[in-house]
C-alpha cells in the first residue's frame, strides 16, 4: 500500500540519502551498533545454539545509505563466517552510497533496489536474519510492512527491528508541527530545508529540542540528518508497549529489548513495595514503565522470532558455552569496576551503576573469546574458588552484563 504522503517520502530519500556517510570514511572506521552486531544475532536472535560454520543468510530490509549492511557483512568477514548479506532500497541514491561503502571494503553483497512492501513477489529469501531499521516508522501500513518481512523469514530465523520512541524523541514533534505551518509540505524539499535551517537558527531556550541531547546523528548528521528529523513526511512513535502489541499481532515475540537492563523498572526504584507492584506487571507493562520513567529511550531496538517457534534462552551454566564481549575487552571491563563493586554505564544521558559479585574481575579478566566455561572454572579452581562459589559468581555477572549487552555468549563451531 502507497499513497501521497510515501511518494513524498520516497523523493526525500532521493534528495537527501540518510543517513550521510562518505565512502571515504571506511578506511578509518567501522560503524557498529544495534540491531544486526554479529554477536548479538548469534546470542539474542539464535540462542548461541545455530552453529557459526552454518551459512547466514541475512537480509537488510531498507538499508538506507548501508549501516547495518555494512556492518554485519565486515563482522562476518573478519570473523570467516559463511554466507550471504543482501540489501535493499527502493532509494537509488541511498543505494549508490551503500554499494560504494562496500566497494573500499572490498565486500561483496547481494544489491536489490525495490520496497520491501514487494518481498512476496519478488523472488528473494527466504533468510534466517533480517534487518528492519527505521523503516516500519514510515511505512503507511506498518502491519503490512511485518507481514512483507515475514513473507521471506526462513522457519527457525528472527529479525532485528528499530522503531522510533515518543519520550525520548520530546521536542521533535513540536518543531514537525512547527514546520508544517512555516515550510508546507507541498514546497520543495530545497526550500523546505532552508526555512528548517532558519528556524533552528532562532529557536527558543524554552523549546524542547534545544534541551534534548539524543540528536547529534540528525542535527549533526547535514541537511539529510535535518531533513529526516524535522521534515520527515511520515514518522509514528511507538512506546514500548505499543511495539510489543504491534509485533504481537504479526505473531512475532520478543528475544530481546536492547538493552535488557534499560526496561527493567526496578532498576530505577529501588523502594520494596514499589518492586512488589512492578513484580506484578507483565513484561511489556514493565517496559513501558520503564520508558516513563527514564524519559530517555528515543528508539526501541528489539529482536524477535515466531512466536510459534519458541526456543531456549542462551544458557550461560553449560561448560562448554564460550562467553564473548561484545566489543569492548571483557579484561577492560574488570578494570572499570570501582571500588564499591559496581561497573558503570551511561545510557543517553542517564548513568546506571551495575553492581557485580566480588568474582566479576577475575572472571572478566578470564573471558578471550575461545575459554569456555568450565575452562574459567577450571582456572579458577586452581587458584582456590570452588565450584559452587564460581556458579554463583559466574551467574550473577552473565545475568549484569549480558542485560547491558555487553558479556554474551558465542554459537557452537
Known amino acids: 500500500m502507497t499513497d501521497a504522503t510515501d511518494a513524498r517520502l520516497a523523493a526525500q530519500y532521493e534528495a537527501f540519502p540518510y543517513p550521510k556517510r562518505d565512502p571515504r570514511d571506511e578506511a578509518r572506521r567501522l560503524i557498529v551498533g544495534s540491531p544486526s552486531h554479529l554477536r548479538e544475532i548469534d546470542h539474542w536472535v539464535f540462542g548461541a545454539a545455530r552453529p557459526a560454520s552454518r551459512p547466514l543468510r541475512a537480509l537488510v530490509a531498507g538499508g538506507g545509505t548501508g549501516d547495518g549492511a555494512i556492518m554485519l557483512a565486515q563482522q562476518m568477514a573478519t570473523a570467516g563466517r559463511p554466507g550471504r548479506v543482501a540489501y535493499l532500497d527502493r532509494s537509488a541514491a541511498a ?37 528492519c531499521c527505521g523503516v516500519l516508522h514510515h511505512l503507511p501500513d506498518p502491519a503490512e510492512g511485518l507481514r512483507a518481512l515475514l513473507s521471506v523469514l526462513a522457519p527457525g530465523g528472527g529479525m532485528g527491528l528499530m522503531v522510533y520512541a515518543p519520550h525520548g524523541r520530546t521536542g521533535v514533534y513540536m518543531l514537525q508541527d512547527a514546520l508544517r505551518r512555516l515550510a508546507p509540505e507541498g514546497d520543495a524539499p530545497p526550500a523546505r530545508l532552508d526555512v528548517a535551517r532558519r ?23 547535514g541537511d539529510a ?56 506487571l507483565d513484561p511489556a507493562a514493565r517496559a513501558g514503565l520503564a520508558e516513563a520513567l527514564t524519559g530517555n529511550v528515543s528508539t526501541h531496538v528489539a529482536y524477535c522470532a515466531r512466536a510459534a517457534e519458541t526456543r531456549p534462552a542462551p544458557d550461560p551454566m553449560r561448560e562448554d558455552a564460550v562467553p564473548v564481549a561484545r566489543e569492548l575487552p571483557a579484561a577492560e571491563l574488570a578494570r572499570n569496576i570501582r571500588p564499591d563493586g559496581t561497573l558503570p554505564f551511561l545510557f543517553d544521558g542517564l548513568r546506571v551503576p551495575v553492581p557485580l559479585p566480588p568474582l566479576a574481575g577475575a572472571i572478566l579478566g578470564l573471558i578471550d573469546g575461545a575459554r569456555s566455561v568450565g575452562g574459567i572454572a577450571a582456572a579458577l579452581r586452581a587458584r582456590g574458588t570452588d565450584a559452587g562459589a564460581f556458579a554463583r559468581g559466574w551467574r550473577q555477572t552473565f545475568d549484569a552484563l549480558s542485560g547491558v549487552n555487553r558479556i554474551l555468549l558465542s554459537p557452537p563451531p
Do not use: C, Q
Not at 528556524?199 to 547529534?216: C, D, I, K, Q, T
Not at 540528518?225 to 514518522?235: E, I, K, M
Open 95 to 131: 543505494h549508490g552510497v551503500a554499494r560504494a561503502r562496500a566497494e573500499a571494503r572490498g565486500l561483496t553483497l547481494d544489491w536489490h533496489t525495490g520496497s520491501l512492501l514487494d518481498l512476496p513477489e519478488s523472488g528473494l529469501g527466504p533468510f534466517d536474519y533480517i534487518d
Open 199 to 221: 528556524v533552528m537558527r532562532h529557536l527558543p531556550e524554552s523549546a524542547w529540542l534545544r534541551r534534548n541531547a539524543y540528536f547529534g546523528d540528525h542535527i549533526d548528521g
Open 225 to 280: 540528518g535535518l531533513y529526516d528529523l524535522l521534515l520527515n513526511p511520515r514518522d509514528r512513535a511507538y512506546t514500548a508497549p505499543e511495539f510489543m502489541g504491534l509485533l504481537e499481532s504479526a505473531g512475532l515475540t520478543v528475544t530481546a529489548l536492547m538493552e535488557p537492563l534499560r526496561y527493567n523498572p526496578a532498576v530505577y526504584l529501588p523502594d520494596p513495595k514499589l518492586r512488589a507492584r512492578i513484580d506484578a
